[in-house]
């Protein structure tokens, strides 16, 4: 069954340097997508960034960047030159498939990223 | 631009009661869904829906019903509600064509069973 694993419950950046949060997936299908959503404490969902399996080239959006190593099954999100704002619990997602049923999201434990002044 | 707008953004139910968690979506999207997010988890899927008139069972239906009568409501109902449902519940929506298209949450519903 599919699954997405995020080990760190918990990380420590300082303010202004770049941080990198793991995410694992399991899938035995050829086609997914990847999400990665943001939620500060107001506890909204934000979409960050998407990488799709079949893309060639790791997806980026402003500071945000996916570090995508297909054969590790990995999808790693690096947040560049970190601000106060990131604070913030991150989920990485999967979608598999391309058919209606597939829109479903799968989602992980998500990590706490707290940025220090 | 209203987004996902979900109804009410806070509950508090005696064990038994049933109510009905409301969602609207303003972007003609096609597919809707219900979460549940409990502490130290992320996001599980309830029920989802492709189209007014279908819907189809996610992760954690039981105790959850729902109907898509129209392409912007889909609602959640709590038949008779129980400590155990006690969570913050979330209503997403997106386009069903293209597999790319993130899902737009509202803005949750923390509800509190007693």
């Known amino acids: 069954a599919q699954k997405i694993t995020q080990t760190q419950p918990g990380m420590f950046v300082q303010e202004k340097e770049a941080v990198t949060l793991d995410c694992t997936y399991d899938?035995?299908?050829?086609?997914?997508?990847l999400f990665w959503y943001k939620q500060p404490s107001s506890g909204e969902m934000i979409f960050l960034i998407y990488?799709?399996?079949?893309?060639?080239q790791n997806a980026t959006e402003g500071r945000y960047s996916l570090n995508f190593q297909k054969a590790r099954k990995s999808a790693n999100l690096v947040i560049s030159a970190s601000q106060l704002g990131d604070s913030a619990m991150y989920f990485c997602?999967?979608?598999?498939?391309?058919?209606?049923?597939?829109?479903?999201?799968?989602f992980g434990s998500g990590t706490r990223l707290l940025v220090r002044p | 631009n209203a987004g996902v707008t979900q109804t009410p953004k806070f509950q508090v139910l005696k064990t038994g009661q049933s109510m009905t968690l409301q969602c609207a979506q303003d972007?003609?999207?096609?597919?809707m869904s219900w979460y549940r997010q409990d502490p130290g988890m992320g996001l599980r899927l309830i029920h989802y829906?492709?189209?007014?008139?279908?819907?189809d069972q996610g992760e954690v239906p039981n105790g959850y019903n729902v109907s898509r009568s129209t392409t912007e409501d889909f609602p959640l109902r709590l038949l008779s509600a129980a400590p155990s449902q006690t969570s913050v519940y979330f209503c997403?929506?997106?386009?069903?064509?293209?597999?790319?298209?993130?899902?737009?949450f509202g803005d949750g519903t923390r509800l509190s069973i007693l």
């Open positions: 829906s492709v189209g007014a008139g279908i819907t």
């Open positions: 990488q799709g399996s079949y893309d060639e």
């Open positions: 972007m003609n999207h096609e597919y």
């Open positions: 899938t035995s299908d050829q086609s997914y997508g």
């Open positions: 997602a999967m979608r598999e498939g391309q058919m209606d049923s597939s829109y479903k999201l799968i």
């Open positions: 997403a929506s997106s386009f069903s064509r293209g597999s790319n298209q993130p899902q737009h």
